[in-house]
Each structure stands twice: as C-alpha cells, then as structure tokens.
DNA sequence: GCCGTTTTCGGCCCGACTGTTTTCAGTCG
C-alpha cells in the first residue's frame, strides 16, 4: 500500500465523519494525517518496516490512533474501522465532497431526506427539481449543485489541477491586464503559484488599489472569462472559457502585507502564524495584524513587516507548507536557498548531434548571453532509436568540434563534452566504460521500459548509480505532468545509492518534468546528497526554463552548497575529474 | 485525533461571499 493510497483512505474517512457530523478537529487531524503522508519524501511502509509503530508516531500528523491504522492497512490491507464506517453512512457519499459549492451539511441533507448516495442520483434529483424545497435549498442552490457537477466532470477529463507550464504563462498575462487598471498600485500572483507547486488548483491575483470597484469590474467583464463565480468588494472569482478559474483580491495599499501573506498560504502556514500571532496577543487576518486587547490595528505594507512584527524570519513561499519552516524562522534558523543568481553551470544540454534543434555553437552563445560559465553538451546515446542519438564515432567527431569551438570562445565559457547515456531495458549501457572514460561528463537516465516492475526498473537505475562514470542521474523518475506517472522505483534504495557513490541527482528543470520533485529534493538535502539543476535544453529558449527547476530546489529547502550548478567552476571540473573510477 | 520553552488536558485561525433568510448557515480558502 503506497502513501498515495494510505492518504486516500484518511482523506475518505475524513470526508465521511464531517458528512456523519463528528466534531471538526477529529476531521482536521484525518485531513492532516493525510497530507504528511502524500508529503513523505519516503514510503510509509518503508518507516513501518524499520520501526513499526512508533516510527509511525514521528511522522508529523500521525498520533497513536492513526498509526495503529497504518499498521493495520498494511499488514491486513483492510480497516476495521472504515469498514464500521461505511456500515452507517455509505461510503459512496465521500465522492460528492469534491463537488464544488457541496459541502458535508448538504451532502447529509439529500441523503437523510432523499436517499441520494451517489452522484448520478444526485444529478438526477436537481435536474428534476427534486431539491429545491429542502430546509435552506431554493432553485438558485439547486442550478449551483448542477453547475458544479458539471465542473467536476469536466475537471476529471482534464485533471482537476493545472500544471504550472500552462498556469505560470497564463497568470502573466492576467497580471499584465490588471497592472494596466487604472488606480492599481501593485500586483502579484499569490497562492500555490507564487509557492511554486508543480500543478495550481486556480490562480489568487492579489492587487493593491484604493478603489476595488473598477478593478472587479473589469476583472470581472474581460474578455475570456467564461462565467463569474462570485463578486464582492474584497474578492471575485471567474472562470475562463480555457477551463482555468482564477480570484483576484484587491486590499488598500497600505494593508498590502497582511493580504499577500494570506493570499500566498499554504493555509496550514498561515493557520501556524495565526496560532503564534494570538500567543503574542495578536489576532492576524489579512486585513491586518489587531491587538487583542485594545483593538488597535497594526497595518502591514509589506509582507516582511508581518513576519517581523511576530518576530519571525521572512520566510520565502517555496518554503510555506507547514513543514517545519515557522519553527526554524522563529530561531532565525532558516537555510539560505538557491537562487537563480547562484547557477553558473548548465550540465545537461543537446544539440542537433542528437534530438536538439541548433548547433553546438548556437547553444553555447545563448548560454554566454545567459550568464552561464560551463556548459555541458550532453546529447542522447544511439540506442534511444527515435532521437538519433550518438555513437562512440559521433563522440569523437563531437569532441573535435567542441574543441574548436572551445578555442573560438576561449574564456567566455567552458565547454564539456558528456552524453546523456541511455539505461536500457536491460539495464545494461550504451557504451564501454573505456568510452564513457573520455568524457567529460555522464548522465544516465531511463527513457524506455518506465512499467518495469519496481525490482527490475530500481535495479536498471541502481546499476547506473555504481558505474563509476556516471556523475548524474538525469530526471530520476522519469515522470511527466500530467500524463506521466514516475517509475515505480524503490526511491529509498535510489537515495542510498547516490549517497554512498556520491552520485548527483537531476532536478530536471522543464515544467513537463520537475524531477524530483520537491518532496525528494528535501530528502536528498537530508542525506547529503548533491543536486544538479538542469533545464535538458533542447533549444536556446529553454535555458529560460531554469527558474521552475530553481524553485522546485527551493520548495525542497536546497541550498547552493549541495547544487553542483552553483560551485565554482574549478571546484565542478575537479569533482568531475577525480570521479570516473 | 494531535500536540506541548507558559499545557499530557484543553486547546486547536479568520474572514468573504452566496443564498435563503429576517439574523444566519453553508462553503470556501
């Protein structure tokens, strides 16, 4: 039972106590138990294997209670409990919760009065008028519980949250509209946008205006939006014809911190604030940090301002997912993360000897104008059949090549030559370690035959992993959002792999990948081991994909010592050098 | 059900918007 299916089963027995009308913080803690375990950079089972249930009890969130359930999952795959559970309410009744404008109260409602369990039943009665003369429901409610099965539905065909490659451009361009609104004074993206998480449910646009009527009303009446879901003098949210939904909140100016605090989240952060914050005798909300006593207010311009007032470090919104960091910002504590300023080298490139589209020389000028000081040109391996990749003459060839050009380019940039060496079906690789001896750099990644079971897919990467030559594991998972899933890969064995053979890990830069991902970013941060940050530039314009790989690295607390991108040159060259067995 | 440099029991954030209401409940973030 994975950590996906564990939190699923939490996230349903939570669903069905608020349905059941069990007090909120029971539900709170499911919920929570739930979201640590889908934020485990490790498998449950694996923590269970070692030490049972009271290794359980350390992972944040989980109590006595609910480990003893993870222990009973994985050692029976069933749970009493749930079972009693779904012998009182139906446990199909959990499956309404993600209707939008649905909540327990009604969802219990239309089952005490109307027998409804399921979602087509619940489709049918609205449609047929059935709902409207229940206790607080009237046609308006009832149009509403249509429309949002609707959205839920489409929302399934096209994955309920969008991936940060299509929300981040569109939000710009909504940004860009609401800077020009006359009377607006700033304008930011909040939400798990400006966190960078790798999908967003809807884009939060916070917007700093005296005024906020305009502003809503020409948000509200753009071009594109398809319906508005609501609208009051504080906060509107729209749907747009493209699918994506989006809420804009305009605060004065002068209360511009506290809003944006409130806006970015994560909710569990800011509900972490507000819990320090009445500790100090303050009430936060985003309107304003109030003295609890006198009323007073303290308006907050910046955001800074609010960390500071509660006598916190500023903690970056990469990092605001109630994972620590407000503990460690109370102690001054926090880690100084990457930053994009920090990448000087980019270690996994291609060029039109393989599946790039430009010259060598195209692409090391476009890294010059970018700033980058070592440029790896690293080109698929012939056995990856539909990219043309190199053989050991093309290497040869290559070299010469890149050598030249070397010499024309002369200090401005170092180039290396490396390859980026398929692991096949097999698990063996595509050259002789006397080939791979004459690179400059290796890495080896999986592209064919990602179903493998976990056994043979781990070990094909493992014995990547302990190829002397091998520097770096490039995009470890091989997952793609959102279509697909990562291998099914013992991560734990991967992580100690890299550990003990002091192999770097890709954080594969390109929004499609962003693998690994934050969570396994923060486990090899623990362990030691080091991170590349590379775009796997195809093309000159996708060196601009470098910042959703930088803050990928920063949603996983990673600092420039452990990015193999950020060392200095000489110290890069020389790792790379004495590696290689 | 979880959690603890003021607590192992008694807490556990705060407000906006909608719809059905004559003052509030439900949902959302």
Request: proline fraction near 4%; include cysteine; charge should be negative.
């Given at each position: 039972?994975?950590?996906?299916?564990?939190?699923?089963?939490?996230?349903?027995?939570?669903?069905?106590?608020?349905?059941?009308?069990?007090?909120?913080?029971?539900?709170?803690?499911?919920?929570?138990?739930?979201?640590?375990?889908?934020?485990?950079?490790?498998?449950?089972?694996?923590?269970?294997?070692?030490?049972?249930?009271?290794?359980?009890?350390?992972?944040?969130?989980?109590?006595?209670?609910?480990?003893?359930?993870?222990?009973?999952?994985?050692?029976?795959?069933?749970?009493?409990f749930l079972n009693k559970l779904t012998a009182e309410i139906p446990g199909t009744l959990a499956d309404l919760m993600p209707v939008p404008d649905l909540g327990p109260k009604k969802i219990k409602l239309f089952y005490d009065e109307l027998d409804i369990r399921t979602l087509d039943q619940l489709e049918e009665a609205a449609q047929n008028g059935k709902l409207r003369g229940l206790p607080g429901m009237g046609e308006k409610s009832e149009a509403k519980i249509l429309a949002g099965i609707a959205s839920l539905k489409r929302r399934k065909e096209t994955g309920d949250r969008i991936p940060l490659e299509r929300a981040w451009p569109f939000a710009q361009e909504q940004l860009a509209?609401?800077?020009?609104?006359?009377?607006?004074?700033?304008?930011?993206?909040?939400?798990?946008?400006?966190?960078?998480?790798?999908?967003?449910?809807?884009?939060?646009?916070?917007?700093a205006a005296s005024d906020s009527g305009p502003v809503?009303?020409?948000?509200?009446?753009?071009?594109?939006?398809?319906?508005?879901?609501?609208?009051?003098?504080?906060?509107?949210?729209?749907?747009?014809?493209?699918?994506?939904?989006?809420?804009?909140?305009?605060?004065?100016?002068?209360?511009?911190?506290?809003?944006?605090?409130?806006?970015?989240?994560?909710?569990?952060?800011?509900?972490?604030?507000?819990?320090?914050?009445?500790?100090?005798?303050?009430?936060?909300?985003?309107?304003?940090?109030?003295?609890?006593?006198?009323?007073?207010?303290?308006?907050?311009?910046?955001e800074q301002e609010v960390y500071e007032k509660l006598g916190l470090q500023w903690v970056p919104p990469e990092m605001r997912e109630d994972r620590g960091e407000v503990a460690l910002a109370k102690t001054g504590k926090l880690p100084r993360l990457v930053e994009i300023g920090d990448i000087v080298s980019s270690l996994h490139n291609h060029s039109d000897y393989s599946d790039g589209k430009t010259t060598m020389?195209?692409?090391?000028?476009?890294?010059?104008?970018?700033?980058?000081?070592?440029?790896?040109?690293?080109?698929?391996?012939?056995?990856?059949?539909?990219?043309?990749?190199?053989?050991?003459?093309?290497?040869?060839?290559?070299r010469e090549e890149l050598d030249a050009l070397q010499k024309d380019l002369g200090s401005r940039i170092?180039?290396?030559?490396?390859?980026?060496?398929?692991?096949?079906?097999?698990?063996?690789?595509?050259?002789?370690?006397?080939?791979?001896?004459?690179?400059?750099?290796?890495?080896?990644a999986l592209h064919v035959s990602l179903r493998q079971p976990r056994e043979q897919v781990t070990e094909r990467l493992l014995n990547a992993i302990r190829n002397p030559h091998v520097d770096v594991i490039g995009h470890p998972t091989g997952r793609q959002i959102p279509d697909r899933d990562p291998a099914d890969l013992d991560m734990d064995a991967i992580f100690a792999a890299a550990q003990?053979?002091?192999?770097?890990?890709?954080?594969?830069?390109?929004?499609?990948?962003l693998d690994l991902k934050d969570i396994y970013v923060r486990r090899a941060m623990e362990m030691g081991i080091k991170l590349s940050i590379n775009t796997d530039a195809h093309h000159?314009?996708?060196?601009?994909?470098?910042?959703?790989?930088?803050?990928?690295?920063?949603?996983?607390?990673?600092?420039?010592?452990?990015?193999?991108?950020?060392?200095?040159?000489e110290k890069l060259l020389v790792w790379l050098e004495t590696r290689g067995g």
């Open positions: 039972m994975t950590n996906t299916e564990l939190a699923a089963t939490f996230s349903k027995i939570a669903d069905l106590l608020q349905i059941k009308g069990e007090v909120i913080y029971k539900i709170l803690a499911y919920r929570k138990a739930a979201e640590s375990l889908t934020d485990l950079g490790r498998e449950a089972r694996a923590v269970w294997e070692e030490g049972g249930i009271p290794a359980l009890i350390e992972i944040p969130g989980v109590g006595k209670a609910i480990a003893e359930k993870i222990d009973e999952l994985l050692t029976t795959g069933e749970l009493e509209f609401l800077r020009g609104l006359p009377g607006v004074e700033a304008v930011e993206a909040a939400g798990s946008l400006r966190r960078m998480r790798e999908t967003v449910g809807d884009l939060d646009l916070l917007v809503m009303e020409a948000f509200t009446t753009q071009p594109g939006v398809a319906r508005v879901l609501g609208q009051g003098p504080t906060k509107s949210s729209v749907e747009y014809t493209n699918g994506m939904r989006a809420q804009v909140w305009v605060y004065p100016p002068e209360r511009y911190g506290t809003a944006l605090q409130y806006a970015t989240g994560s909710k569990d952060h800011s509900v972490k604030l507000r819990e320090l914050a009445l500790d100090q005798g303050l009430s936060l909300s985003e309107h304003a940090l109030t003295d609890t006593e006198t009323e007073k207010e303290i308006l907050c311009t910046t020389r195209e692409m090391a000028e476009a890294a010059i104008a970018r700033g980058i000081k070592v440029l790896a040109i690293t080109d698929h391996s012939y056995s990856l059949g539909i990219v043309q990749g190199v053989t050991a003459e093309d290497l040869l060839k290559q170092r180039l290396l030559l490396g390859v980026e060496l398929e692991i096949r079906a097999d698990g063996t690789l595509d050259f002789e370690d006397d080939v791979l001896a004459t690179l400059d750099i290796v890495v080896a003990e053979h002091d192999v770097a890990l890709e954080l594969n830069a390109n929004p499609r990948r000159p314009d996708h060196f601009d994909l470098l910042h959703f790989g930088v803050a990928t690295a920063r949603r996983g607390w990673a600092t420039p010592e452990a990015v193999i991108n950020c060392w200095k040159p």
